[in-house]
């Protein structure tokens, strides 16, 4: 629902609220800490170190100027909710992401903006490649 809700305002402002991106922190720490409290599971721990992966990874992505904050904060929330699923959605959300800018460019829909290392970037709504490839996983894993 979060990842939704964040497509809605990433389409209509090109940012992800800090405020979805600190409910989802939340939400994924007490359902981390409550199924390490209920199953008794010592893997729930790693649910902390994909998220904690998946932020270092994604972040140097957007210092290079490929994605915006918010789906650097999306990704990790997400990876706290989906374990060692969160590589699987990441590879899925760049295939997407590159299929649905490459659609953008071609039709001219794209906004083009400066990367502060001096090269052209296309600007892109990223979470919906996140959704899209969030579905795939999902469906894959049941």
Do not use: Q, W
């Not at 990704?75 to 060692?84: D, M, S, W």
């Not at 052209?120 to 709504?125: N, S």
């Amino acid at each position: 629902m979060l990842t939704i809700i964040s497509v809605y305002y990433d389409y209509s402002s090109f940012k992800i609220p800090n405020f979805l991106n600190l409910i989802g922190f939340i939400t994924g720490t007490v359902f981390v800490l409550l199924g390490k409290f209920f199953t008794k599971e010592e893997n729930t721990i790693n649910h902390f170190i994909f998220a904690l992966a998946i932020f270092f990874l994604t972040y140097i992505i957007y210092m290079i100027g490929g994605i915006g904050a918010g789906d650097v904060k999306l990704y990790t929330n997400l990876a706290l909710l989906l374990g060692p699923l969160i590589f699987k959605l990441f590879v899925l959300s760049m295939i997407f992401n590159l299929i649905i800018g490459a659609i953008e460019v071609l039709m001219k829909k794209s906004i083009t903006v400066s990367s502060a290392y001096g090269f052209k970037l296309h600007r892109i709504h990223f979470s919906y490649g996140i959704l899209l490839a969030l579905i795939v996983c999902l469906i894959i894993s049941l």
